[in-house]
């Protein structure tokens, strides 16, 4: 696991992962490794060219954890995923996008109009835009100030923030996204899970933080509990 | 950190420590390698006779988190801490010993019979007894039934079991203790605080995890947030 981006997510999704593996006992759970490395700079900030390529210090870590025997890697980070080639070039072993994760479960029959809930680097690096037009899906997004307004709601759970105050923050994002025409939603950023649950969004969530764990869990062969 | 013994204390291990560390953004969280090792075979049979030591294996988790870069070393699981020198003579970094942030934290001119809420190994081994004896405190320890009462309960916690009827029984564990004269309870597993946290604790309750939080955080120079 590349984690540490940020600290909460990292934590989220293990606490999912362990909690989706079917297990009496403690042997019956997965071996991690993991490299939580909150010391990686600020993505949006390399993405929109205010500062340098974090790309060769997620390629150190997917190698580091190589080296220490991991068998395949995934990272707790949809804005990261637009260093996803420096990642693979890096390593040998297999890497489990979030992004493919994400959109994979998306039912070819179902919405097509999808909003997706993308921190800045995510969206300017186009992943799920991408992502979802090779579907045949058409990404909605936020006006400019409801993104700023998502970017400094994501920088305050990264904080700490995790009351109702960003929950309810949060579900008017969501709520945003539909009254823009979306039919479902993916949560693009692994901090939203921390303050928004499915039950509490207005339309279908794709949370990329339980796909991931699903296809992690797939991977290593086991159905989820 | 050596973690996965068992899983969600690990998680929990973790998240206490984000939450203790004062930051306002990703960057300024510590870095933490985490082998997140559940297959470590069960430490109670071992220290009972019953199978090998897992000595070696925690020794090779060790060696492997130097190897990675690690500064120094914690393990999150008090019974584990029965193979402590091996741990120590497989590595030249520092290792944090949860008994010893836990005894630490023990006021001298406070209370002298401390409740001990141990698993079976951590309490066949003597980890707390001698800890405590060298600090002029008497151990409470529980009755055979009750001993077994707890082992029971920290095996269906490991298995999932985190609601009300999981916490009543931890918090009747630790009132038995404190009808048995302790004046205040040592938290001698990791798995006590998914469950029971001090605010519902009969007596001022000393929890291992939170405590070996505080150390490493100290080691790390950080003041706690």
Redesign the interface.
């Given at each position: 696991m590349l984690g540490?981006?940020?600290?909460?997510a990292?934590?989220d999704f293990?606490?999912r992962l362990?909690?989706a593996t079917p297990?009496?006992?403690?042997?019956?759970?997965?071996?991690?490794?993991?490299?939580?490395?909150?010391?990686?700079?600020?993505r949006h900030d390399a993405i929109a060219g205010r500062s340098a390529s974090v790309g060769p210090a997620l390629a150190a870590m997917a190698r580091?954890l190589e080296?220490?025997?991991a068998d395949v890697l995934v990272m707790v980070c949809n804005t990261a995923h637009a260093w996803e080639d420096d990642i693979r070039a890096a390593v040998t072993i297999p890497f489990l996008s979030i992004i493919d994760a994400t959109v994979d479960a998306l039912d070819d029959r179902g919405p097509r109009r999808i909003g997706v809930m993308a921190a800045d680097g995510c969206r300017e690096a186009g992943l799920y835009q991408r992502a979802l037009d090779a579907r045949g899906c058409e990404p909605v997004l936020w006006e400019p100030s409801e993104q700023a307004a998502f970017m400094a709601l994501v920088?305050r759970i990264?904080?700490?923030a995790r009351g109702p105050e960003a929950a309810s923050a949060m579900a008017a994002l969501a709520g945003a996204l539909a009254a823009r025409g979306a039919e479902a939603l993916i949560a693009a950023c692994t901090e939203i899970p921390l303050v928004l649950s499915p039950e509490d969004a207005p339309l279908p969530l794709y949370a990329s933080t339980d796909l991931l764990v699903a296809r992690t869990l797939a991977f290593a062969g086991i159905a989820p509990a």
């Open positions: 540490g981006l940020g600290p909460a990292t934590v293990m606490a362990i909690a297990a009496a006992s403690d042997q019956d759970h997965l071996r991690l490794l993991v490299d939580h490395n909150p010391a990686v700079p600020d580091g080296r220490a025997g920088y990264k904080a700490g």
